[in-house]
């Protein structure tokens, strides 16, 4: 089947506007994922849902970052007022996580966000 | 502050060396680790991973090796192709919360022809 995908590919947007990230996940992975790729850095963790619990949002770094997944499968990333450190490769990530397992993720390609 | 650290952003090796990739971590809680590989626009693919109740894992050309009370993990790769060239990020995870994954800053290999 398909793999993970995440559109738009690449979001040039200028400072203060709001911008949308929408990821599809492998069809019956339960577990979906967020990270920010900045410029010569790691992935930085930024949320995680699984199944119909409440998501894991330790990783979001402001008030302005919000994410949605809706009927457990897509997920959106909301960025509202964006700043120019928002700029980054934004990656979703999904597995089929089973209770006491570790599963690996598999990643989409990003959206490449370019704040002006 | 950053849990899972590779120290050397680049690293470069003739085509039929071994490359050797090193991780450092600091939680001593973490007990699972991996290796993604990733090229150019494209999202990391997993490539190999290791539990903490072993200290090698191996798959092909693949090793990856774990010292724990070094907290440290290696990645081989024998014998390097061109193909290998990309970006290799680590990550880890904790028994606690082992759906967060903590993950390096990635080292760019680049195997010379």
């Known amino acids: 089947g398909a793999g993970v995908s995440q559109s738009p590919s690449n979001k040039v947007t200028e400072k203060g506007k709001d911008v949308e990230l929408r990821c599809d996940p492998i069809?019956?992975?339960?577990?979906l994922y967020w990270y920010r790729q900045s410029l010569g850095q790691g992935l930085e963790f930024l949320i995680y849902?699984?199944?119909?619990?409440?998501?894991?949002k330790s990783g979001l770094p402001s008030d302005r970052f919000s994410a949605e997944r809706t009927g457990g499968s897509v997920s959106t990333l909301t960025i509202q007022r964006t700043q120019q450190e928002d700029s980054a490769v934004y990656l979703c990530?999904?597995?089929?996580?089973?209770?006491?397992?570790?599963?690996?993720?598999?990643f989409g390609p990003g959206t490449r966000l370019l704040v002006l | 502050d950053q849990q899972v650290k590779q120290n050397s952003p680049s690293l470069s090796v003739q085509e039929g060396r071994i490359s050797i990739l090193n991780c450092d971590y600091t939680?001593?809680?973490?007990?699972?680790f991996l290796w993604y590989k990733k090229y150019p626009a494209e999202g990391p693919t997993f490539l190999i991973s290791?539990?903490?109740?072993?200290d090698k894992n191996e798959d092909g050309r693949f090793t990856v090796f774990l010292n724990k009370s070094a907290k440290h993990l290696s990645l081989h790769i024998v014998p390097s192709q061109p193909g290998d060239s990309a970006v290799y990020f680590c990550?880890?995870?904790?028994?606690?919360?082992?759906?967060?994954?903590?993950f390096g800053s990635g080292t760019k290999l680049n195997v010379k022809p």
């Open positions: 990530a999904s597995s089929r996580t089973r209770a006491g397992a570790q599963e690996t993720q598999y």
């Open positions: 069809s019956g992975h339960t577990a």
């Open positions: 849902f699984q199944g119909n619990s409440a998501p894991d």
């Open positions: 939680n001593s809680m973490f007990d699972y």
């Open positions: 290791i539990s903490s109740i072993k």
């Open positions: 990550a880890a995870s904790a028994v606690y919360n082992f759906n967060k994954f903590y």
